[in-house]
Structure formats: C-alpha cells, structure tokens
C-alpha cells in the first residue's frame, strides 16, 4: 500500500533523479497527495505537472492552489447505489449484469466549480 509519505519520498527521489521530469500521475488518494506534497515542498508548482486519482478535501485545495492540474473522480453515490441495487436483484433471484459501467469524471481549475462536479465531489453536500 502506497502512503503519502512512501509517495512523497519516492517523488522526491524521481525529481532529483530526473530534473526535467515534466510530469507524475498519482493512482490513488495517498500518492496523489503524497506526489502533491512533494511537488509544494520543492517549489515547483506548475512546473511538474500533477494528475490524480480520487478526491478529498486536500486533494482539491492542492487542485484550487494550482499544485496539481487535474484529478479523475469516481462517482461514489453511483457505485454505491448500483451495488445495492444489484444486491437486491440477485436475492430476489433476477439476472444481473456481469460488469456495471460507472464513468468517471476529470476534475480540473474550469470545471470544479460546476454544479455537476460539486454534486461529484460532495454527494450529501458540504459540512
């Protein structure tokens, strides 16, 4: 498992090894904040460019901040809502689909303000 500190370190070491990197793709939340993290503390902001993957709060302030340029989000009330609703058809003995298709959505500084975006990103609203 990746935490943010294994993907800030190992970020760190691939900017040093590598001083014209242009860019680094984060698979999942903790790389994507640990790269993000990286990328802050060595002051190169817009300078290496970041994609993610997952949303949380961190994630979309380091997008707002300009430290990451985009990240691609999973529509978790629709995973959530079909899983249970395929649940429910198999106990009831229905055919369910083998694969249930979910699109995901990329996230970046002209869209994440959107109403479709925020409803993405905070499905039961805002605290």
């Known amino acids: 498992m990746v935490t943010r500190k294994k993907a800030m370190d190992k ?14 793709y984060g698979t999942n939340e903790g790389s994507t904040l640990g790269v993000a993290n990286a990328i802050d503390s ?5 300078k290496v ?37 395929t649940l429910n058809a198999a106990l009831s003995g229905q055919a369910v ?17 959107t109403p479709e975006i925020d409803k993405l990103l905070h499905p039961f609203g805002k605290k």
């Open 11 to 24: 970020t760190i070491d691939m900017i040093q090894a590598n001083p014209d990197l242009a860019g680094i």
């Open 42 to 46: 060595q002051n190169l902001k817009g």
């Open 49 to 85: 460019k970041v994609i993610g993957f997952d949303s949380t709060e961190a994630i979309i302030n380091f997008l707002k901040n300009g430290v990451i340029q985009g990240f691609v989000v999973q529509d978790a009330y629709q995973i959530g809502y079909q899983g249970i609703k």
């Open 97 to 113: 689909e083998k694969e249930i298709d979910i699109p995901v959505k990329f996230v970046n500084a002209e869209n994440i303000n």
